[in-house]
């Protein structure tokens, strides 16, 4: 990984935020497989990182992803995935989580704003999800559809063009 400081675990993270709020610091955090980057990826992650000073991306392993998203999942390993997040500006630290829910990293890291892209409302967060960022006060931002763009989109393209 070309960036190994912006991935830590969560007992880092932990250590990293208590000194982020310290400094008066607004954390940002978001979650997601971020399998195959695509532009809608990249401007999840801008306009995230507008929201405050730091962006923590919890990004799911290779087991979570699987869960998810079927057996054929990701196509990149959780390493693979990580690199590619931690090259990009707007992140500033990425912890990787085996959970389908993301529910405990969001009651570690007690964020001050919970981005999630525009195919979700608050009534399709998960309940579980949704109850801890309103137990931790964040504001749930959620950004407005950017085009058509998502990863399932992408292989179907790809697979089509390619005649498989």
Do not use: W
């Not at 007992?11 to 399998?35: K, P």
């Not at 990149?76 to 590619?84: I, K, L, M, N, Y």
């Not at 967060?125 to 964040?138: S, T, Y």
Request: hydrophobic content about 40%.
């Amino acid at each position: 990984m070309d960036n190994p400081r912006k991935l830590v675990d969560l007992e880092q993270l932990r250590s990293i935020i208590a000194d982020l709020r310290s400094g008066g610091r607004r954390v940002v955090f978001t979650n997601g497989c971020f399998d195959i980057i695509h532009p809608g990826h990249i401007l999840h992650l801008q306009q995230a990182r507008q929201e405050g000073d730091v962006l923590v991306v919890a990004l799911n392993s290779d087991g979570s992803a699987r869960r998810l998203k079927g057996p054929d999942r990701p196509f990149f390993s959780q390493t693979e995935r990580a690199t590619v997040l931690a090259a990009l500006e707007p992140v500033d630290y990425i912890v990787i989580f085996d959970t389908l829910r993301v529910t405990d990293v969001i009651e570690a890291v007690q964020p001050d704003v919970y981005v999630k892209g525009g195919g979700y409302t608050l009534e399709t967060l998960a309940p579980e999800e949704r109850q801890a960022l309103e137990r931790c006060g964040a504001q749930i931002v959620i950004l407005p559809e950017i085009g058509s763009f998502s990863t399932t989109g992408v292989i179907e393209r790809v697979r089509s063009n390619s005649g498989g």
